[in-house]
């Protein structure tokens, strides 16, 4: 079951409480490893004495408590007690004494999670005391900032309020690197993965007492964002360096009281990002130059066929030039993508309306029916297949309907997770009963059947009768 659908029907909160608990979710990996603690939200059950756990997260700075998932599961409220005191005192409730039920000393705290007037929701956090020593600067500052932040839920003052989630994955975490900053800006901690980030930059070295701006190569925006209360990550590149900064306002009676600083060096990261633009760049050129020779071939053939006198000899360079403008559209295409793969449906769209312009006679009524979706294809894949569907129509149009002046072809894609299933299918007079794959006037499906077989790895069967024939080529895809 997914997260709306246990906020919405099982816990039965609105839209914008179920919208409120997912913003929670979406930020809370902070308050995890800040506290080196599991979390659990709980939302409770109506018309149940039970919490329905809707969330569980895992610290990266500590071994979890918790190796099982909980998300979906259903407590007894006996078993939740200081779930229970949090929502009805409206305030975190501490355990005093480590509790033992999952084998290892836990010391729990529960944090209500409000939205406007309503607590709507209960964010444990679990944290394994077995291993206690005396924490160091970086410990005592993150259980600090950990605090801080919890209150802030419990306030209803984080998340913030019209914050993006980075979907992508590259906003800082803790573990990358961590500055305290007070309400004016002033750094008063940085962690040793902070201090290597801004060194990158051409910093030395971070100072206690310093100013945001002093250190920071671009502080405005993050100054004025503090200030502000309100969340505010960017990139700074210096010195060669590339560094991402993401500034969290730590709020306390509605007042700024100080700032939580993540900052991730990904100099390499946006390196190897420059490299494959300029692969990218380089590829879709040699793709464009690929189409433009394979046109500037088809047109030295086409003014060659102008001049032969033997109508037979233009015809089978009038079938090289559509062969090549066929293998001609899929360069077109993937140069003008920023990926090795192609939309195959508008590409068997214009194959279809160039045989249509170039093969179908004024005297003969053909209509075309595409169905399906073949999906994108890599170029792989959509360069032989290009060329097979070239081949299939242009058979299908010069041969199908001999002796008539009207029928239809009709082309259906049928995609899986691990098949194409390509099917051409025509109502005209059927295959001969000599047909033979070595005859030379059966050239096309010949080679139909060797780049399904051989260049796709796929199978080609046709099939025939006096309505029709159907040709299927089932291809695996990669």
Sequence with gaps: MTPDELLLRRAQLDRQEAAHLQQVLAEWQILADLSFADLLLFVPVPDRRAYLCVGQMRPYTAQTIYLEDLVGEEFPVTDRPMVGRALAEGRVIRDADPEWSTGVPVREEAIPVRHGDRLIG??????????????????????QTAGELAQMIADGTFPYEGSIVDEQ???????????????????????????????????????VGERLAEFEPEPQPLLDALKAGRPEEGEVAQEGASVLRRVLPLLAGGEVAGGLMLVREVTELRRTE?????????????????????????SLLRLQGRRLASSEAREELAESV?????IALVHETLSQESHQRVPFDHIAQRIVDMLADGLVGPETSISFELQGEAGQLPAEVATPLALVLTELLQNSVEHAFAGRDAGTIRLTFAR???????????????LPEDFSYDSMANLGLSIVRTLAE???????????????????LVLPLP
């Design 122 to 143: 209960v964010v444990t956090r679990e944290a394994n005391v077995a291993t206690a020593r005396l924490p160091s600067a970086l410990e005592l500052t993150y259980l």
């Design 169 to 207: 994955g590259l906003s800082p975490r803790v573990g990358d690197g961590v500055i305290r900053l007070d309400a004016d800006g002033e750094l008063t901690y940085a962690s040793p993965n902070a201090i290597s980030a801004y060194r990158r930059l051409g910093r030395q070295g971070l100072m």
């Design 274 to 298: 420059q490299a494959l633009r300029i692969k990218d760049a380089t590829i879709r050129e040699i793709h464009h130059r690929v189409k433009n020779n394979l046109q500037t071939v088809a």
């Design 454 to 472: 051989s260049e796709l790895g796929g199978s080609f069967t046709p099939t025939s009768s006096d309505q029709g024939t159907t040709f299927t």
């Design 322 to 326: 559509r062969r090549m403008s066929s």
């Design 416 to 430: 899986t997770a691990a098949t194409l299933r390509l099917e051409l299918a025509d109502d005209g007079v059927g």
